[in-house]
């Protein structure tokens, strides 16, 4: 055999191997297909009788027959869909009553399956329908190293108020992407009392790496009972914690607040300055303005800008400061007046946020 015949053999292996996969590809799809044309009619079913249900025209049970006779991913997916749209204490009898189905049994236990998949599923039932029986089992999928799992489970701090579930999503926090921590913080802002309370604690540990973190998370909540944490937190060692300080006092219109702001008006860190004016403007404290009108000629392009935005929340005397500014000696005071005061109001607000 030549050499020419053997690549002549590889490549018809290949195409018929292409096109194998292409029958597979096509035959999936149509078994996909006639399995969902002959479970359509219960789904169809199972939506009416869930109608009737939260209008009290039918009992439980017939809604938990219709579930029984779904295939699991579909009866899961109809209770995702249906949680959302049912009050909760509507919805709570039904969750306690699946306990008993023999179906539901089976997805609690894939909590502890060896494929992601059905952890998956059964974060997500967990999400729609978790008891309080049930928290031991969230507690694993929430530290599961599937990012689809922890990311499913954590929204079963919906249904279950567990300072154990609570904890480990708040740990969990710092270590994850922006996106996944908005949708995490979120979830934990849904039980913000126990929140406040651990994050009053882990806000003391000055060495823990995603200190950061949980002061963004903490300045987010706008809660009155984290003020003088924060504010403790301006004196901290590492500038990104001060950062996080400064921009989340501007919330609180204290004292103690407002001397923190003005110590870190004057911090080595151009970031921090930059929040702590912005903070200020926040506040807009009549006996901060001559600091604010000093921030404009700070050597930073970055506090300058704060500086000049944070004038505008000042109301007239900031403007007056403003257009003072905007015919002074300094040339890169008088740059930045301008830029401010050619700003349209709506642009003003977006920026000033």
């Given at each position: 055999?030549?050499?020419?015949?053997?690549?002549?053999?590889?490549?018809?292996?290949?195409?018929?191997?292409?096109?194998?996969?292409?029958?597979?590809?096509?035959?999936?799809?149509?078994?996909?297909?006639?399995?969902?044309?002959r479970v359509h009619p219960r789904v169809v079913a199972l939506n009416a009788a869930m109608q009737r249900w939260v209008l009290g025209a039918v009992d439980l049970g017939t809604v938990l027959a219709h579930l029984a006779r779904l295939p699991t991913p579909l009866a899961v997916d109809a209770l995702?869909?249906?949680?959302?749209?049912?009050?909760?204490?509507?919805?709570?009898?039904?969750?306690?009553?699946?306990?008993?189905?023999?179906?539901?049994?089976?997805?609690?236990?894939?909590?502890?399956?060896?494929?992601?998949?059905k952890r998956l599923e059964t974060a997500r039932f967990f999400a729609a329908a978790a008891t309080p029986e049930d928290a031991p089992r969230v507690l694993k999928l929430l530290n599961d190293g599937n990012p689809a799992v922890h990311i499913a489970a954590v929204g079963t701090l919906e249904r279950l108020e567990s300072a154990a579930l609570t904890t480990a999503a708040?740990?969990?926090?710092?270590?994850?992407?922006?996106?996944?921590?908005?949708?995490?913080?979120?979830?934990?802002?849904?039980?913000?009392?126990?929140?406040?309370?651990?994050?009053?604690?882990?806000?003391?540990?000055?060495?823990?790496?995603?200190?950061?973190?949980?002061?963004?998370?903490?300045?987010?909540?706008?809660?009155?009972?984290?003020?003088?944490?924060?504010?403790?937190?301006?004196?901290?060692?590492?500038?990104?914690?001060?950062?996080?300080?400064?921009?989340?006092?501007?919330?609180?219109?204290?004292?103690?607040?407002?001397?923190?702001?003005?110590?870190?008006?004057?911090?080595?860190?151009?970031?921090?300055?930059a929040q702590a004016v912005r903070a200020l403007g926040m506040i807009a404290d009549p006996a901060t303005l001559a600091l604010v009108r000093h921030a404009l000629r700070d050597p930073e392009w970055w506090v300058r800008i704060r500086a000049g935005l944070a004038l505008t929340r000042f109301g007239p005397p900031g403007r007056d400061i403003l257009l003072q500014d905007e015919v002074g000696a300094d040339q890169g005071t008088r740059d930045m007046a301008r830029l401010v005061l050619g700003l349209s109001p709506q642009a003003l607000a977006e920026y000033a946020a």
């Amino acid at each position: 055999m030549t050499g020419r015949h053997f690549l002549a053999v590889v490549a018809l292996a290949q195409g018929a191997l292409l096109v194998a996969l292409i029958i597979l590809i096509v035959l999936n799809r149509w078994f996909r297909l006639r399995r969902l044309a002959r479970v359509h009619p219960r789904v169809v079913a199972l939506n009416a009788a869930m109608q009737r249900w939260v209008l009290g025209a039918v009992d439980l049970g017939t809604v938990l027959a219709h579930l029984a006779r779904l295939p699991t991913p579909l009866a899961v997916d109809a209770l995702v869909s249906w949680s959302a749209r049912v009050p909760g204490d509507r919805w709570r009898p039904l969750a306690a009553a699946l306990r008993g189905q023999a179906w539901a049994r089976i997805v609690r236990s894939n909590a502890a399956s060896g494929r992601w998949w059905k952890r998956l599923e059964t974060a997500r039932f967990f999400a729609a329908a978790a008891t309080p029986e049930d928290a031991p089992r969230v507690l694993k999928l929430l530290n599961d190293g599937n990012p689809a799992v922890h990311i499913a489970a954590v929204g079963t701090l919906e249904r279950l108020e567990s300072a154990a579930l609570t904890t480990a999503a708040l740990e969990r926090l710092p270590r994850l992407a922006s996106t996944v921590g908005a949708y995490y913080a979120g979830m934990l802002r849904r039980s913000r009392p126990l929140v406040v309370q651990l994050l009053l604690k882990m806000l003391q540990r000055n060495d823990d790496p995603a200190l950061p973190r949980l002061a963004e998370f903490a300045g987010r909540l706008n809660e009155p009972a984290l003020r003088e944490r924060l504010t403790a937190l301006g004196a901290h060692p590492d500038p990104e914690v001060r950062v996080q300080a400064a921009r989340s006092l501007g919330a609180f219109p204290h004292a103690e607040s407002i001397a923190a702001l003005r110590r870190l008006a004057g911090d080595a860190a151009w970031a921090v300055r930059a929040q702590a004016v912005r903070a200020l403007g926040m506040i807009a404290d009549p006996a901060t303005l001559a600091l604010v009108r000093h921030a404009l000629r700070d050597p930073e392009w970055w506090v300058r800008i704060r500086a000049g935005l944070a004038l505008t929340r000042f109301g007239p005397p900031g403007r007056d400061i403003l257009l003072q500014d905007e015919v002074g000696a300094d040339q890169g005071t008088r740059d930045m007046a301008r830029l401010v005061l050619g700003l349209s109001p709506q642009a003003l607000a977006e920026y000033a946020a």
